[in-house]
């Protein structure tokens, strides 16, 4: 699935009509099509308040097929004029010799009347702007916007919900609060804003006609997959392979009062099927964990000549689950940087420590996976957590290029980027909001690299196992904790 911006969404519409000659009211008629299979079993009323452009053309066909098939629906066209879209033009002539039920509003008086008009509807499907819109919208709109939003009826926008920016995710001075929105082939780059997701609602991506390699002509680098991708990576193991092909497994993790963020990070990391796991962290969380990770081997800070054989020896290295940053870890840090040269995964602590030293993030370029949330990436990138979420996609790919590193934006919809391309994760959800979450994802992706996966895809393998765990987990809880995910994980 693509994720694109306003501009190159109607370039791929423009392609497909003028290159492939694919006429537009033929994609208008699909789509068309599409949304009516969708909805028309789930109401008997419907009111269509649309605009006069290409959206309101979709929403117009729409209202055929349902007219056609028996459904009682009202057409109410918004600010009519002569200047009608060719397309929208079509499907408004068929409506009228059809004797259809249509009605316009173009003034104040209109909209007040409206709210008396929803009374009688079961559904609103909103086809008034779509992916064109670039202007802050009037009184006029703004206040018939907001009657539709206050009728406390289920609203099915077209496209994008009237009145929301694509690029930024933010009202144009107002928007519809859709339940619902089918969007057309592509996702829209605004929709990844989190501010957008209370004019959303459920999110559906529908095809209308346009060929996979129009989009990928336009592409943005930017991508959503489906489940059968992620399965395609997963390696299938060797029969005769043993714990030595699956790799050496380092994390240094843990202190006092944080040992739980270590024996999370590091089970998950033997849960994923490491071949062979050892934890560094100090001599107290030693004491408390090291009854507990059976599976896994510890050392504690003092064992120096140990720590540095497990070091070199390492086929990855995590840093910073539970550490507190101190003189300590920054000497196991720089151990690391200066006498071991294979990946390492840094999150937590490890993120803090590299925001206040720049230049140590400099000596791991080319070898290292970040794996912040918005307020680690906020120390890292000066900026504050609203302007990085308004944004994500770019503030995450041009930190990984400028830096040359993988890096996992963690949150809803977490973004993976290697500064080339982009990922958008769609598994989890805000049940898995809980403390030692990211410890746990540390550890799957510290697990699939030693098994020999590239850092970036096992950032996006084991973002995905991470977010799928806790969704099957989520079924039956209210929230689901890191530890729910380690004891499930054979679900997967």
Do not use: W
Request: one cysteine or more.
């Amino acid at each position: 699935m693509y994720i694109m911006s306003s501009c190159n969404c109607k370039e791929i519409d423009k392609y497909a009509i003028e290159k492939l000659k694919i006429p537009s009211i033929i994609l208008m008629e699909n789509a068309a099509n599409e949304i009516y299979l969708r909805i028309k079993n789930k109401y008997d009323k419907f009111l269509i308040i649309c605009g006069t452009g290409n959206n309101g053309g979709d929403a117009l066909a729409i209202g055929r097929k349902l007219l056609l098939n028996n459904y009682q629906v009202k057409i109410i066209i918004i600010n009519p004029k002569k200047n009608y879209s060719s397309d929208f033009n079509i499907n408004y002539e068929i409506l009228k010799n059809l004797n259809s039920d249509i009605e316009y509003i173009s003034d104040f008086k209109g909209i007040g009347q409206l709210k008396y008009t929803i009374k009688e509807y079961d559904v609103i499907i909103d086809g008034i702007f779509g992916v064109g819109l670039n202007r802050t919208l009037n009184e006029f709109y703004c206040h018939l916007i907001n009657e539709i939003n206050l009728s406390n009826k289920d609203i099915l926008s077209i496209d994008v919900p009237s009145g929301l920016d694509c690029n930024e995710g933010i009202p144009l001075g107002n928007s519809i609060r859709a339940n619902s929105t089918y969007t057309f082939e592509v996702i829209k780059k605004g929709f990844l804003n989190y501010k957008a997701i209370e004019y959303l609602g459920k999110i559906e991506t529908i095809s209308i006609g346009i060929p996979n390699e129009v989009k990928e002509k336009f592409s943005e680098n930017v991508y959503i997959f489906d489940d059968d991708y992620y399965k395609g990576l997963i390696k299938k193991r060797a029969i005769y392979g043993h714990k030595g092909d699956y790799g050496k497994c380092v994390l240094v993790a843990g202190s006092l009062g944080f040992s739980g963020a270590s024996y999370i990070c590091t089970e998950s990391c033997v849960k994923t099927g490491a071949g062979l796991t050892t934890l560094i962290t100090t001599e107290e969380c030693q004491k408390i964990v090291s009854n507990q990770l059976i599976e896994a081997m510890t050392i504690n800070y003092t064992e120096l000549d140990r720590v540095k054989s497990v070091v070199k020896n390492a086929n990855v290295i995590a840093f910073g689950p539970g550490i507190r940053g101190d003189e300590k870890d920054k000497n196991i840090l720089n151990c690391i940087i200066d006498d071991y040269s294979n990946s390492i995964v840094v999150d937590a602590e490890g993120i803090n420590m590299l925001s206040r030293d720049k230049s140590l993030l400099k000596k791991l370029q080319d070898r290292v996976v970040l794996t912040p949330h918005l307020g680690e990436m906020s120390r890292l990138v000066n900026k504050t957590i609203g302007e990085i979420e308004k944004d994500r996609i770019n503030i995450a790919k041009n930190y990984a290029k400028d830096n040359r590193c993988v890096l996992v934006l963690k949150g809803y919809n977490t973004v993976i980027t290697d500064g080339n391309k982009v990922y958008v994760n769609n598994t989890g959800s805000s049940k898995m909001a809980t403390g030692g979450m990211g410890d746990c994802l540390t550890g799957i992706i510290t697990s699939l690299i030693g098994q020999g996966y590239s850092k970036l895809n096992a950032c996006l393998l084991g973002v995905y196992l991470h977010g799928k765990c806790g969704d099957i987990v989520a079924e039956d809880k209210y929230s689901v904790l890191a530890t729910d995910i380690i004891k499930k994980y054979h679900l997967l």
